[in-house]
């Protein structure tokens, strides 16, 4: 059972894109939700976290401001808005569930499926 991510694509630099992550026979309302991104020859790190509720969200410092999380629990699908977009955002970006409590490490999530690609270029 795997969580997958789309809405990813091209954007010039200042534009947005909205992600969706949605579950396949997954009940992702159960979880906490983590969107984690990877650029070429980089690690994987962590962008944003909704709870269970909606009502606890953080982003890291590199995309405050910028990025917004929420969740629609009715239609099963966390959303991660991306506005003023940048070249370095440029990554493919994964969603995950919240598996143990703690840290944003990506150890602590799981059901990861295949991310979306985000291109930020002119």
């Known amino acids: 059972v795997q969580l997958q991510a789309s809405g990813g694509g091209l954007v010039q630099p200042g534009g947005s894109l909205r992600l969706s992550c949605v579950d396949s026979g997954y009940d992702l309302t159960y979880y906490g939700i983590g969107w984690f991104r990877q650029a070429p020859g980089k690690e994987r790190e962590w962008v944003s976290y909704i709870s269970i509720t909606g009502g606890d969200k953080d982003y890291a410092d590199s995309v405050k401001g910028r990025f917004t999380v929420s969740r629609d629990d009715a239609k099963k699908t966390v959303f991660l808005q991306l506005d003023s977009l940048k070249p370095e955002d440029t990554a493919v970006y994964y969603c995950?569930?919240?598996?143990?409590?703690?840290?944003?490490?990506?150890?602590?999530?799981?059901?990861w499926g295949q991310g979306t690609q985000v291109t930020v270029s002119s």
């Open positions: 995950a569930a919240q598996y143990y409590m703690g840290s944003y490490s990506a150890d602590n999530f799981g059901s």
